[in-house]
């Protein structure tokens, strides 16, 4: 399917250079003279390459479709993740590099998308927000709370996150796997 240059978005899968490439980021730029464009920050799935190019609305590029199955995370094996296909229970390796940054929020029994393309898996990806517990969160300094500025805490799988001044230690709290921000707190 062929989409305009200025309509592509993180996370579309488009083709490039005769490859597969998975948009990271994107930043719409109108400079004072010439016409907008699209930079668009992305990286190989077949062997992990980075690259930015720059699409004006004229261009156009094509946006692959992949097949998607449901699988079920189940441990880490070293550098190598097991997933289970959750209609044939067949087990399935894949390297911790797929996921990115994301791997860090993986959680035993935590269901998760994989993209395949030509029966191979390119891509994984997990819910957009997950529960976690906070083990460590810095103190309030008094004035703080006044205004709306917010704390560093550390989850349990040690992931650092900025949170409001009223969220402490021991307390569970929503948060965004992919832009690594607090959402909420769990009721």
């Not at 998607?68 to 067949?90: C, N, P, R, S």
């Amino acid at each position: 399917m062929k989409i305009s240059g200025v309509d592509i978005r993180p996370g579309n899968i488009i083709e490039y250079e005769t490859g597969i490439w998975k948009v990271a980021k994107i930043q719409h730029t109108q400079p004072g003279k010439g016409g907008a464009y699209m930079q668009v920050e992305m990286k190989n799935l077949v062997d992990g390459r980075k690259t930015n190019v720059r699409y004006r609305s004229a261009d156009t590029v094509e946006r692959v479709r992949l097949d998607t199955k449901e699988f079920q995370y189940l441990y880490a094996d070293g550098e190598m993740l097991v997933f289970m296909d959750k209609d044939t229970y067949e087990q399935i390796n894949l390297p911790v590099d797929l996921l990115g940054d994301a791997a860090a929020f993986l959680t035993d029994g935590m269901d998760v998308t994989l993209e395949l393309y030509d029966e191979k898996p390119i891509s994984v990806a997990l819910p957009d927000q997950v529960e976690a517990t906070i083990v460590d969160a810095d103190a309030v300094v008094k004035g703080q709370t006044a205004s709306s500025s917010y704390k560093p805490a550390v989850l349990e799988n040690g992931v650092r996150v900025m949170v409001p001044p009223h969220i402490e230690s021991g307390t569970r709290i929503i948060v965004d796997v992919y832009d690594r921000t607090y959402v909420g707190k769990v009721s």
